[in-house]
């Protein structure tokens, strides 16, 4: 079964850190790049920070440049987000993406999401 499992939200004071982890299963997770995005309450779904699949290339949205750094550990299928400096603006929901291939085209898999929040 395909998957994607995020961890590692809360609550956290502005300026606090967080790391999220996102597992894998059920594909070959060291072939795909992976994704963050976040959702917040009335917004459109945004991508965060991309990794490529040997986690030798990243980028970042401009908002989170400087502050999160992507990672992954393909020995354990998994890739983080770590968040540093946070802002109350960072509070969203936290999503994991992989756009895997199949028999039937391009799918792509989402994890259930992790919730951030930054507040004093």
């Known amino acids: 079964q395909v998957q994607l499992v995020e961890s590692g939200g809360g609550l956290v004071q502005p300026g606090g850190s967080l790391r999220l982890s996102c597992v894998a299963s059920g594909f070959t997770f060291n072939q795909y790049g992976m994704t963050w995005y976040r959702q917040a309450p009335g917004k459109e779904r945004e991508s965060v920070a991309v990794?490529?699949?040997?986690?030798?290339?990243?980028s970042y949205a401009d908002s989170v440049k400087g502050r999160f750094t992507i990672s992954r550990d393909n020995a354990k299928n998994t890739v983080y987000l770590q968040m540093n400096s946070l802002k109350p603006e960072d509070t969203a929901v936290y999503y994991c993406?992989?756009?895997?291939?199949?028999?039937?085209?391009?799918?792509?898999?989402w994890g259930q999401g992790t919730q951030v929040t930054v507040s004093s």
């Open positions: 993406n992989a756009r895997i291939a199949t028999m039937q085209g391009p799918r792509d898999v």
């Open positions: 990794t490529t699949s040997a986690g030798y290339s990243t």
